[in-house]
């Protein structure tokens, strides 16, 4: 017989080979769209928060299809995007290995919960950071930072800026913002840095980086709810028919102690979600229609399972988001241009349902009491 790997070649992909937990809990971004100086200065990515998901009714607007025309049901996943804040900006230069940092410029005012994001213990640190630094804007008109600005106008040809969450204006409890670079895009080294500082300590919206019917990307960090067997996984063979206890596995796939196989955290990129939707959670008509005129928010009635009400801007993507609820979630423009007639389809929702489970499909609360009728009142004798 000759070789087994020439017989039998192996079976099982290698694509995310190591299957080792993530090291990080924020999703990282590897790689942004590609830059064209044709086009507008305008940042690439942005992050939310997973609030859960939902399903919509729409007409399939698809010439051709024996679906066309035809109302469909499909499930969206909910992102709640507070707007970032802009906080500095960083410079790169090519080299024969790849980027390199040339300088880093911050701005003057950086707020308490980005702070909380450079210490392991809050609540006993001195609270320092940055004391010295922002000095250096006062010290004879800012010439430092000045100069830092120009030299990066000079060398660079990658601008990318620092930016972070505000999770004090979500309902959630954490108090330490996520911090990332943002690739800026579009038009000239100098226009980008220029971008950049004017937006220095403002917010940016979700609104100014993606719109509707785009198509975008998802980073983050999963369980992953794939899950499958050896035998489908790694191609090993089965076991005799007769094998107590199933024969589509191997003797173990795992330790002795802990006495189980550990859920996944895996860092994933999910590509091509559509926008369905960005709206905003105040907004007493965000989860309303054309065609369902009645009035009620995206939050669902009784509230989304293990995520406060949305109180910001939202996201409404096609399919399943990486993450359980409350996961921060990289957003970003999508790598190649959309060409499938199911990405450039223009998207008319007609239906969002917003009824909770246990709540007998009511989508309001004044939907509910029209149908139940009035309740008896209890009188204490």
């Not at 070649?9 to 080792?20: E, H, N, T, V």
């Not at 109302?71 to 790849?98: C, K």
């Not at 204006?169 to 911090?179: D, F, M, N, V």
Request: hydrophobic residues 35%; contains cysteine; glycine residues 8%.
């Amino acid at each position: 017989m000759s070789h087994r790997k020439y017989e039998e070649p192996r079976s099982g992909s290698l694509a995310f080979l190591p299957r080792k937990r993530a090291a990080r809990h924020r999703g990282k971004v590897k790689a942004f769209p590609k830059d064209d100086a044709k086009k507008p200065v305008h940042l690439t990515a942005i992050m939310g928060y997973k609030a859960g998901m939902t399903h919509v009714v729409r007409d399939l607007d698809r010439p051709g299809s024996k679906m066309h025309k035809r109302e469909v049901v499909e499930a969206v996943s909910i992102i709640e995007t507070p707007p970032m804040v802009v906080v500095g900006v960083v410079g790169y230069v090519e080299t024969p290995r790849g980027l390199r940092t040339l300088t880093t410029v911050w701005a003057e005012h950086l707020s308490d919960e980005l702070k909380r994001r450079f210490y392991k213990n809050w609540h006993v640190s001195k609270r320092k950071a940055f004391t010295r630094y922002a000095k250096k804007h006062a010290e004879n008109n800012g010439q430092s930072v000045t100069r830092e600005l120009e030299r990066i106008k000079k060398y660079c040809t990658v601008v990318r800026v620092l930016a972070h969450t505000q999770l004090s204006k979500t309902g959630l409890k954490q108090k330490k913002a996520h911090l990332m670079e943002i690739q800026v895009n579009g038009g000239s080294v100098a226009d980008k840095v220029e971008f950049a500082r004017s937006h220095f300590e403002k917010e940016v919206g979700v609104t100014s980086v993606f719109e509707q019917n785009e198509v975008i990307d998802t980073i983050g960090v999963t369980k992953g709810h794939g899950y499958e067997g050896v035998t489908h996984r790694w191609g090993v063979k089965k076991l005799p028919r007769k094998t107590h206890r199933g024969l589509r596995k191997v003797a173990c796939i795992g330790a002795w102690h802990p006495s189980k196989v550990m859920d996944g955290y895996h860092h994933r990129t999910s590509i091509g979600h559509k926008v369905m939707r960005i709206g905003n959670g105040l907004d007493p008509k965000s989860g309303s229609t054309e065609f369902d005129i009645s009035e009620r928010p995206i939050t669902p009635y009784g509230g989304f399972a293990r995520y406060p009400d949305i109180r910001n801007d939202f996201v409404m993507i096609r399919g399943a988001c990486v993450g359980p609820k409350k996961r921060v979630v990289v957003l970003r423009k999508s790598l190649r241009e959309p060409t499938s007639r199911k990405e450039l389809e223009q998207i008319t929702l007609k239906f969002i349902d917003t009824a909770s489970h246990g709540r007998k499909g009511f989508q309001t609360r004044q939907e509910k009491e029209a149908f139940e009728g009035v309740k008896k009142i209890k009188t204490v004798a």
